[in-house]
């Protein structure tokens, strides 16, 4: 007698969007980039209740573009291979699991999980804010004249924990700058959907 074996695989996606809530003003809609090997090493690490791999904070950097003379962007390709792997040009970091300690803000810097019944799929809504007076060193006002500012922001993922404090990239994208201002808060709302895909038996 033949034996049947299922087959099943998991695909994940990514969606940001990234806007002010106070003015309604959104600066980025778009996927991103998932480094599937980190987020396989983190899938397992959370299942077998490893004390790890579960996300933690989000990681803002300015290195994804650059910007020639005539304002024309050139986009680098989203870090999504080597476990090793981190954004292009890390400038600043926020705490978003709201169970952690070290989340100053857990309210409205947090994670949580929506699942519709009789779905394969499970979202995982992470909410991220930077208030009018975070970074700490940001400009006064939005009108930077150098896209390599240190908050103009053209890059950032989602990190895994770890408790030696080198949390793995577990996706990463890459966007046209936006700078981060005394003036203007900015709401960043990511998305992953964790899908389970049936292949059938054979």
């Known amino acids: ?56 904070e989000m990681a803002f950097g300015n290195g994804g573009t650059s910007v020639d003379p005539t304002g024309i962007i050139t986009y680098l390709t989203p870090n999504s291979t080597g476990t090793n792997a981190s954004l292009y040009n890390q400038t600043y970091t926020k705490v978003v699991d709201d169970q952690s300690v070290n989340n100053i803000d857990p309210t409205r810097n947090k994670i949580e999980t929506r699942h519709l019944s009789g779905t394969n799929y499970t979202d995982i809504i992470v909410s991220c804010l930077l208030d009018y007076g975070e970074p700490d060193g940001q400009a006064a006002y939005d009108t930077a004249a150098n896209a390599e500012d240190q908050f103009v922001f053209d890059e950032l993922g989602l990190k895994s924990y770890s408790p030696t404090g080198t949390g793995k990239l ?20 990511y998305t992953v959907r964790v899908q389970s895909l049936s292949g059938g038996n054979i």
């Open 1 to 56: 007698m033949e034996q049947l074996t299922d087959y099943n695989g998991i695909h994940i996606e990514g969606h940001i969007k990234i806007h002010n809530p106070d003015s309604g003003e959104v600066f980025i809609n778009k996927r991103n980039a998932i480094h599937y090997e980190n987020m396989s090493i983190a899938l397992a690490e959370s299942l077998g209740n490893a004390g790890q791999g579960f996300i933690y």
């Open 170 to 189: 577990i996706t990463h994208v890459i966007f046209h700058p936006v700078q981060k201002s005394l003036n203007r808060l900015i709401q960043i709302d």
